[in-house]
């Protein structure tokens, strides 16, 4: 995933990316995003009403 990141100009995996820009880079819904991070404890952080992520830590969907 770092390599199709940066690849595609959208920084590196430690950078934290909304939910937004996550559903962008996995072709999925906002609604599958959350479901998969509350299923496998995905952390985040929440700015405001924004909840940030790392791909790094999404990476681990694409592997399990």
Known sequence: IRDFCLSRGLG?????????EVCKILNIQPNTLYKHVKKYNIPTR???KK???RLKDIERLLVE
Not at 12 to 20: E, F, G, I, L
């Open 12 to 20: 590196d995996v430690y950078k934290r990316q909304d939910s937004t």
């Open 46 to 48: 929440k700015v405001g």
């Open 51 to 53: 909840s940030y992520y």
